[in-house]
């Protein structure tokens, strides 16, 4: 660890165990009980080749959590310069690492340089890495992110089964109220490129503030419930692209059995989304929905605009019982196009549902071995929905589309091949 602020709060229990053979680098033995972070660190500051090791979580007959403080915390209360994380193995941290303050009502921080979480192993239980209110541009990149290095009792692993029902890989959590929305708008964004992602609950969860200007890609989320979701106090996003991830869900029962799937790779719930693509990605065996969103264009930021959305040239595959494709969104402009939507497996399905829209435009995708294409059920409202040049293979329904609720406005169908179905 070199850098001229890097001070720590290791405890003396924090000490070396050269003589457990599994450690080949420098490793800091964390015990129970420590009330601060093993690890706090300043300005520009690099942390490597270290091992953070948690002896007593899980080692007992009647294991339980224990809910200890962030192994490293980046303190941004002071004006800081570039800080690097890498090359570190996090054993068994309840979080491993937290950048800013969380849960505050202010967008102002003090400047903080560029801060790089790279090539790291954390062996996480409730959240990977905590991004808190800064204006930092923020670096996650080749990361691997999975559960707890814990041998189960018998049948029983309650510390993996805690980070299966609860944990989050990466958590992003902003000011939850902008005096200034230009303020925000100027932040320079974060980047999550290259990570693999295992066993948790959730991958990244924006779970308050605003963002803007992002890039989540090339990352793989296995066994994970929900791939990326906005929940909580979430404002809104601008500027954000998702694209080359792969995306493969929780099953239930063990890990390494084959069993019923469940999960979404995206769920956008509440917030806005201005400016946000979705392009590129591999969906295999969502139960769910693949992709939910249920926005809310009554927030003022980041525009005081409707949405606009783009999804595709993504491939899909399973059966998703509320469709590839759940919107109950009742102001938002979407582009759906050039998509790939597989159905595997027996069972009527459906591959869009449309609760709530506007402005819906699905275009040259191709839809395989589905039910039928698109339901609009009773009680939903749609406006201005348009087909083009898409194509049905396989559909077994009568009519490709089935719409007993209400489209108002342009109903627009062009170029379309339904394979023996009638059109909408």
Not at 125 to 140: L, Q, R
Not at 293 to 305: G, H, L, N, R
Not at 332 to 346: P, R
Request: net charge negative.
């Amino acid at each position: 660890m070199i850098g001229p602020e890097a001070a720590t709060n290791l405890t003396p229990s924090a000490v070396g165990d050269p003589t457990d053979s599994s450690f080949r680098a420098a490793v800091l033995k964390i015990e129970n009980g420590t009330s601060n972070p093993a690890l706090e660190i300043g300005s520009g500051v690099h942390v490597k080749n270290l091992q953070f090791w948690y002896p007593d979580q899980g080692e007992t007959d009647d294991p339980a959590v224990l809910k200890n403080e962030p192994t490293i915390e980046v303190d941004t209360s002071v004006s800081q310069k570039l800080i690097v994380i890498d090359n570190c193995v996090f054993v068994n941290s309840y979080d491993a690492i937290r950048i800013g303050d969380t849960g505050i009502e202010s967008s102002s921080t003090p400047g903080l340089g560029p801060v790089w979480i790279t090539d790291n192993y954390i062996y996480g239980i409730n959240i990977g890495v905590v991004v808190g209110n800064t204006t930092a541009p923020i670096f996650i990149l080749s990361n691997n992110f999975t559960r707890a290095l814990f041998v189960p009792i018998g049948d029983e692993d309650p510390v993996g089964d805690y980070t299966g029902d609860n944990g989050e890989a990466i958590r992003i959590e902003g000011p939850t109220s902008v005096d200034d929305a230009d303020e925000i708008s100027r932040s320079p964004g974060i980047k999550i490129e290259a990570n693999t992602i295992f066993g948790y609950r959730r991958g990244i969860r924006i779970h308050s503030g605003y963002m803007n200007l992002g890039l989540i890609s090339n990352n793989v989320f296995d066994s994970v419930e929900e791939g990326i979701k906005t929940s909580g106090d979430f404002g809104g996003i601008a500027a954000l692209t998702i694209t080359g991830n792969s995306f493969r869900p929780k099953r239930d029962g063990n890990l390494s059995t084959v069993a019923t799937p469940r999960g979404r790779a995206l769920f956008l719930n509440g917030g806005q989304a201005h400016r946000f693509e979705f392009s590129g990605n591999y969906i295999n065996l969502a139960s769910r929905a693949s992709i939910e969103i249920k926005t809310s264009p009554s927030a003022t930021y980041p525009s005081s605009e409707r949405n606009f959305m783009s999804i595709s040239n993504n491939y899909f595959s399973g059966n998703p019982s509320e469709g590839h494709l759940l919107l109950d969104d009742d102001d938002t402009d979407l582009v759906f196009e050039g998509n790939t939507l597989l159905k595997s497996g027996n069972g009527n399905y459906t591959a869009i549902q449309i609760e709530n829209a506007r402005d819906v435009d699905l275009v040259s995708n191709t839809f395989s071995e589905f039910y039928q294409v698109l339901d609009v059920p009773s009680g939903a409202s749609v406006s201005n929905l348009s087909l083009r040049s898409n194509l049905s293979r396989r559909s077994t329904a009568s009519d490709a589309c089935v719409i007993t609720g209400t489209v108002s406005g342009t109903t627009f169908e062009s170029g379309n091949s339904w394979d023996g179905s009638s059109g909408c």
